[in-house]
């Protein structure tokens, strides 16, 4: 299932959620932890964890982009800058894990809003298949349908 994507005040929001049978601090470090963070999303490190602080991410030229960190709850909420728009994460503990949220405040659709949306509903896949112990195979495969799944979406939000 792909995230939630809707119109908002100031321009539009997608939501992803995965319900992961793993605790909210071994999740948390999945998202923070440079070394694990490496193996979901290798361009992106932490840099300073605080609010103000921020993340790189590598442009793969030599080029380091600086994100913001705009909110940040330990175990919780981890929000940055993601170019024009802001990504949140939350977790939240369940009975059996937890809940990983992550939201995109998307400012303007454009025609690289769907590989973004394809890049993020893969990356949660991935961490999830790593907390399981699994290999999650070719993320190539996943991501080019994704990306057909999000661009239709899209298509379809601005025909309304």
């Known amino acids: 299932m792909i995230a939630k994507l809707a119109k908002s005040v100031n321009g539009y929001t997608a939501i992803f959620e995965?319900?992961?049978?793993?605790?909210?601090?071994?999740v948390w470090s999945m998202l923070t932890d440079?070394?694990?963070?490496?193996?979901w999303f290798d361009e992106l490190r932490v840099e300073e964890l605080q609010k103000g602080g921020f993340l790189t991410f590598n442009m793969g030229n030599g080029a380091f982009e600086?994100?913001?960190i705009t909110d940040l709850h330990p175990n919780s909420v981890l929000e940055?800058?993601?170019?024009?728009?802001?990504?949140?994460?939350?977790?939240?503990?369940?009975?059996?894990?937890?809940?990983?949220?992550?939201?995109?405040?998307?400012?303007?659709?454009?025609?690289?809003?769907?590989?973004d949306l394809a890049g993020w509903h893969v990356?949660?896949?991935?961490?999830?298949?790593?907390?399981?112990?699994?290999?999650?195979?070719?993320?190539?495969?996943?991501?080019?349908?994704?990306?057909e799944k999000y661009k239709e979406a899209i298509e379809n939000m601005k025909e309304v």
């Not at 995965?18 to 071994?26: A, P, Y």
């Not at 993601?82 to 977790?91: G, K, S």
């Not at 991935?126 to 349908?145: F, P």
Request: glycine share 6%.
């Open 18 to 26: 995965r319900h992961l049978k793993h605790s909210v601090k071994d």
């Open 34 to 39: 440079n070394e694990k963070l490496s193996k």
């Open 66 to 68: 600086k994100m913001e």
């Open 80 to 115: 940055f800058i993601w170019a024009e728009d802001l990504v949140r994460f939350e977790l939240t503990r369940e009975t059996e894990g937890c809940q990983l949220k992550l939201i995109e405040k998307i400012t303007k659709l454009t025609d690289h809003t769907p590989k």
């Open 123 to 147: 990356c949660l896949d991935v961490i999830g298949a790593i907390l399981d112990g699994k290999d999650y195979g070719s993320r190539d495969v996943s991501w080019k349908i994704n990306y």
